[in-house]
């Protein structure tokens, strides 16, 4: 689209007050109410833009959805005593009911 130098691209930005850097990292996780973005071998340039940063981030990109069942915070309410928050959370946390179950069966005792 442009054909112009990388140096004389700096200059113009830093002029129109755009400074950019290159940001090293080796993932990227957005973490959404109903699951996540995961962004591997992320290539991420953080913009400032009269005071304001932002990021553009491009990789491989894969989603992930939350996956805990009612079925699952029942069973781990039911085995431990505890709340659904608390059984939620631990589920969460875990991301395996036996484990869950064990965490609270013992944080509870």
């Not at 109903?34 to 491009?58: A, L, T, W």
Request: charged share 35%; no cysteine; glycine share 4%.
């Amino acid at each position: 689209m442009f054909n112009m130098d990388p140096k004389k691209m700096q200059a113009a930005m830093k002029q129109m007050g755009i400074s950019q850097e290159d940001i090293s990292a080796t993932k990227v996780i957005i973490e959404k109410d109903d699951g996540k973005i995961i962004i591997e071998n992320p290539s991420i340039v953080k913009m400032k833009v009269q005071g304001q940063e932002s990021f553009q981030i491009s990789g491989n990109v894969k989603e992930e959805s939350e996956e805990i069942s009612e079925q699952d915070i029942k069973t781990v309410m039911e085995k431990t005593g505890t709340n659904e928050e608390e059984a939620k959370k631990t589920l969460e946390k875990t991301d395996d009911l036996a484990e869950a179950i064990l965490e609270l069966s013992e944080r509870n005792s």
